[in-house]
């Protein structure tokens, strides 16, 4: 077996993706499939997006010559806040243009992550859910964690707002229903309706999201 076949068997057993193994393709694909995991390992039998894999994946996009722009597909439950956070963060700090698109579901911390491209896609029936922080398990000093998580829940707005169109008012009103999500707090959004609150930019599928991506990386090429 050569080693570039060999290099694609290792990225398809360790990522679920081929992409790493083709360093001259011009788009790059990033899919965040299932729960974003951070610092906790999630049972095996979870699907799962590893953070200390993506990270990589995003640097060597930016280092990379060839590479002109980034596709992310998501379809997550959301995860890990902080390594949901950090990736979106990483996102939205390339230098080259990058352009999301939501199948299935981005719930959560898949939000942000939807957002920090620099235009996002929603497929038609594809859902995303808003709604606060949660937290599991016994709660030491409940004012200095309550202080935690509200200063965290903070982050996150301001990361949606100042990535995409939505108010912050109104962002601040869909996390607190409490008529949309059973037992909890949140608003659940399908397809046009994210379009509709500013969350998202458009309702599409993957031929809009590449056309798009396309257009943005020309326009960048004139720009030079």
């Known amino acids: 077996m050569d080693n570039e076949k060999k290099a694609t068997l290792d990225n398809i057993n360790s990522l679920g993706v081929t992409d790493i193994a083709k360093p001259n ?10 729960q974003i995991e951070g610092h906790v390992i999630l049972p095996p ?18 280092r990379d010559e060839d590479s002109e722009g980034l596709l992310i597909i998501l379809n ?5 806040v902080e390594a949901g956070l950090a990736i979106a963060e990483m996102i939205n700090s390339l230098s080259k243009p990058t352009v999301s698109l939501v199948i299935g579901g981005g719930h959560s911390i898949g ?14 029936t594809a859902t995303m859910i808003v709604h606060p922080i949660r937290m599991n398990g016994l709660v030491i000093g409940v004012p200095q964690t309550f202080e935690y998580f509200n200063k965290m829940q903070e982050r996150i707005i301001k990361f949606i707002v100042r990535t995409s169109k939505i108010e912050r008012d109104n962002l601040k009103n869909m996390l607190l229903k409490t008529d949309e999500v059973l037992n909890d707090m ?10 509709e609150c500013g969350l998202i930019d458009e309702v599409g599928g993957i031929s ?10 020309e326009e960048k090429n004139k720009n030079f």
């Open 45 to 62: 039998q979870n699907k799962s997006t590893k953070y200390e894999h993506i990270i990589p994946q995003i640097v060597a996009m930016e």
């Open 208 to 217: 809009n999201a590449i056309k798009k991506l396309k257009s943005l990386i």
């Open 111 to 124: 939000v942000p992550l939807a957002t920090s491209a620099d235009y996002s896609f929603i497929s038609p």
């Open 76 to 80: 997550t439950a959301g995860g890990d």
């Open 186 to 195: 949140g608003t659940i959004l399908i397809g046009k309706q994210a379009v």
């Open 25 to 34: 393709e011009k788009i790059k694909v990033l899919p965040i499939i299932g």
